[in-house]
């Protein structure tokens, strides 16, 4: 009786290992915290959708995220026509994972599709000033247009992924749940709630290319994506050896990660930011109009301390992006923490008569934000300690979305808010963002590009219009000066950049993509 | 049979105030189609949405409306989860992703989940319940009470954890997530069993310690039958009633319990895909994921009823005197 016992829990233990250890043979495994909604081709342009898709489906070109210049993809070189027009010239040979040709049809198609205003796909939010269309020009050559002058059709190129031309004509619904890119990895599987997995593609293009992006043959036959919302479920599956990437670990995992053997916490700046847009000079009250009150709002805070809240995030450079943006003005610095200079500016603007009897800035923050809570309560507490009066306020994206647009907030009139909320910008340049964040709002266009804009300043809108047409030089020194006019007139607080996290097990040697993005091909195993 | 009648209609009438409640709630939460698109979408998507849901009707109107679809079956369509249609579809002609669809695949995932936490535990209460029964007060006793007790109290979501941290990350023995293989469930199982299983194996004891002070146990006892056939074949069944109406119980929380245990797992049922859509504001799902739990508990709670009548015929002749 005792040996048929000892005998079933050793076969017990031996089929628990086994089964465990066979779910890791050769499948690169990342742990990613939500279901994509789609694996639509238009999605590669983000990795809060899909982390990954690019393994999948690739763009025509990609930007480097060290030089800020495009390296080649699927498109093997390129040149400007002029400020409306892109020529490519696409590689030879490559196939779609359904077989077909990737030739410039099928490139026209795929651009068409995905820019086609009617789809309303989200990429629309980086949109350009025109409408874009394609033109075949030969098998291999394929002409961008857009409607009006855009000298940012390259970036959105680098945006646009390239998916068969047979699945979008004749099984269009496929392609949100079936992608058929180019990439090093086709997809196999989606197992809905549970994860999606892609195998490796040995008719893979980059497998002969000298100019490929990463690794002419990836490391793994199989990459698996795992669904778990929980971050101390993600540690776990790294910790126990199930995944060999953690998508987006919290600050606290990554203190952990270096107590811990096994895996180590990679960090690298994102295209992420929380800024404070503080009301300005449309329906605000006029007492933040006064400059000192502004400036010692600005002032009171500690943006270390915010940082440090924050977890994985830095300071900015006093403007809303990152030295490698066009239009990054080296010469500003961050607004100087300084709660005795807010105190002194609040008691001067007291004593020329401006009275904060009544005054209470509402510091507001959309629950889907990252430490929210504790963010809006930091900066309350920071302004309340300077002499302002302060109060906090989170709120659900359906109560606090229309507070943010200018058709809604001007009902509140005269309103004192500051809005905490955290904004991407993969643009390597600064025309969009400013564009959105400053411009002056059309009231009579409440769908526009700058419709939860607070700051009206007509020297500025002729500066920014003037400056979104130039390009090159002349456009990156016209919005150093914007970045330099708004820092001076203490408009939106820069508050922090996020960085972007993996956790990544010991014996993988990690390089982000040349767009900074999480490729397979740029995956080795070192052990 | 009038008193499952009654019983049966008790329960639509209280499924009508849960679909009532989910319908007005998801109104008062806010303009369902900002919601629903988020802070990016334009005015001009917004009006859109508003005109294909009907959400500038009157609101009884949509409510009319919504109760009407559910008689069909229509719990309305997903419009930021898999779907698999174009956008412009969606926002135009009002398709999508069906919520039924995503619901009935997401089912039986949790019902095999519930199925085998419930089945497991049930069990192992039942012996636990009659050992401790059978000898009072004894270590065997002292110990289903401290087991018992802890099970109960513990918490799902950090025992969840507990059994990944142990099980998955220390001995390397079960994955930490996840499914597809027959060992996918047994942590979950065991994070969702446990208060069932310390609720059931209470309830158990106490009542099998009443049946076995009763005259009938010492009548068979002075007949000689053995031990284990008192308890097994008379004692137990007698003290079924109670132990039914606590595993009723737990049924209901388990359904409710699984919406915790199924995020730490990763495991792709109902609860799972409850959290999924308030992370995505996905009203339609959210609605639809609520009306399946609660018709679950529904269901659960009149099929207890009905073993009541079996258990206990007086259940439904008191029912007919009345």
Sequence with gaps: MKTRQTALAITLAGVLAGVTSLALADTFVVAVPQEPQDLAAQGIYKEINAPGLRNVIEPLIMMDADSGDYVPVLAQDWEVIDDTSLRLHLREGVVFHDGTPMDAEAVATSIEFVWDQENAFTIQEYAGPGRISAEVEDDLTVVVHSSEPDPMLDFRMSLTGITSQDQIENNPSAHFTQPLGTGPYAFEDWDQGSSWSAVRNDDWWGRAADDVYGQNIPDYDRVRFEFRTESSSRMAMIMAGEADIVVSPQSSDCERAERLDGFSCVTGPSSQYIYGRLDYSLFADERLEDPRIRAAIFHALSYEGLADILGLASVPQGQLGTPDMTGFNDALEQYASDPQRSMELVQQAQADGVNLNGLRVEVMGRDDTPRIGELVEAIGAMIEAVGIPTRQNVQTPAVANPRFRISEYKAEAPRAMMQVHVKENPAPDFGLNLHSNYACPDLDDPSGVSRSSVFCDEEFDERLHEALTLIGEERHEAMQELNAFLHERYVIIPLALLDRAYLVRDGLDLTFGPDGRFLLANVTQSD | MPYLVRRAGHSAIMLLVVVSFVFFAGRMIGDPAIVMLGASASDTALEQLRNNLGLNDPLL????????????????????????????????????????????????????????ALGGALALALVMGCLAAMYPRSWIDHLVNVLSLASVSVVQFWLGLVLIVLFAVHLGWLPTGGYGSWYHVILPALALGARPLGRVAQVTRSAMLDEMARPYVAAARAKGLPEHRIVSVHALKNAGIPVVTITGDELVQLVTGAILVETVFGWPGIGHLLVEALNNRDLPVLQGAILAVATLVIVVNLLVDITYTYLNPKVSLSSREN
């Design chain 2, 61 to 116: 109107m949509q409510y009319f409306r919504y109760v009407g679809g559910l008689v069909q079956g229509d719990l309305g369509v997903s419009f930021r989860y898999g779907f698999a249609q174009m956008p412009a579809e969606r926002f135009m002609d009002g398709g999508g992703t069906p919520v039924m669809g995503l619901v009935l695949a997401r089912l039986p995932q949790t019902l095999y989940l519930a199925a085998v």
